[in-house]
Every structure is written in structure tokens, then in C-alpha cells.
């Protein structure tokens, strides 16, 4: 059996394991879906944050989204793409985490999500913290304490 024998572990601030903006794909407000389409495409993700002209997080738009609103009754309609606005389309209820959060709030929002956002107060986009990167941590975490009981 695993046990984590440690609360100061859960309590590690997130800040150190984000992946920082400058680094993560977005679109902005005002993008049409096909922008969205493309960045999603290129890049391999499903889904990637839509941020305002400050940098301060509004939704997220995935390629199902993009994909249900062009599906026709007998045929996908590409030529809606550049009309259609991510801020139409794009999913504005979504989980983001604070800057200032410990280890265990990430923790527990990624159980149903692979990536969270993270904003600070004004809601400025500051990065993501990911599924792998809690995993990779706690991985470590549990090889350390199960190597010091040896």
C-alpha cells in the first residue's frame, strides 16, 4: 500500500511545477475558430485557454467545440470556420487554480482534468499546471520516502 506520510508535501506551493504562459498555446478573444482550429491542430492539443487583450483568462475552446458547431445536418461546414467567433464557442465554465494554491488543491482538481489554469488575482493567465507534472512529483516524492525507510 502507498501512504503519503508527509502533510507538508500536499502543502508545497504549485508556483515551482507550472508551465508558464509565454510557453503554453492560446488564442484571444476575437479569433475565429478556423485561428483556433489551426493552433489546436499544429500544436496537438484538444484544448488551449482564450485570453483577453491583457493576458486575463476568459474560456477555453477545444477542437469538439470547434468540431459540433460545424457539423451540418449532411455535411461538416468548413466555410463557417472564419465567421464563427471562439468567443461564441468557447467554454467559460471551467476549474483554474491560484498562483498562491498548495499542492493538494492542484491535486485534486486534476483528478477530472489533464491541465488547469493558473491566474493570479486579476485573473492574468500565468500558466498551467498539468495531470503529468503532479504525477511526475508525486512519483518522486513516494521514491524518496520509500528509499529513506529502506
Known sequence: ????????????????YIISADKVAHV??????????????K??????PVLDVKYRLQGLISTQQITDEILGLEHIEYERLPSLKVDDIM???LPVIHI???????????????????????RT?????????????????LYQTQESEV
Open 28 to 41: 484571444q478573444l476575437g479569433n475565429n475558430a478556423e485561428h483556433a482550429l489551426l493552433v489546436l491542430t
Open 100 to 122: 498562491k494554491e498548495k499542492f493538494q488543491k492542484g491535486l485534486d482538481l486534476l483528478v477530472n482534468n489533464p491541465y488547469v489554469c493558473v491566474v493570479d488575482d486579476e
Open 125 to 141: 493567465f500565468l500558466g498551467i499546471l498539468t495531470r503529468r507534472v503532479i504525477l511526475k512529483q508525486m512519483k518522486k516524492y
Open 1 to 16: 500500500m502507498i501512504t503519503v506520510s508527509s502533510k507538508d508535501f500536499l502543502q508545497i506551493p504549485i508556483e515551482d
Open 43 to 48: 500544436t496537438g492539443y484538444s484544448s488551449i
Open 91 to 93: 467554454k467559460t465554465d
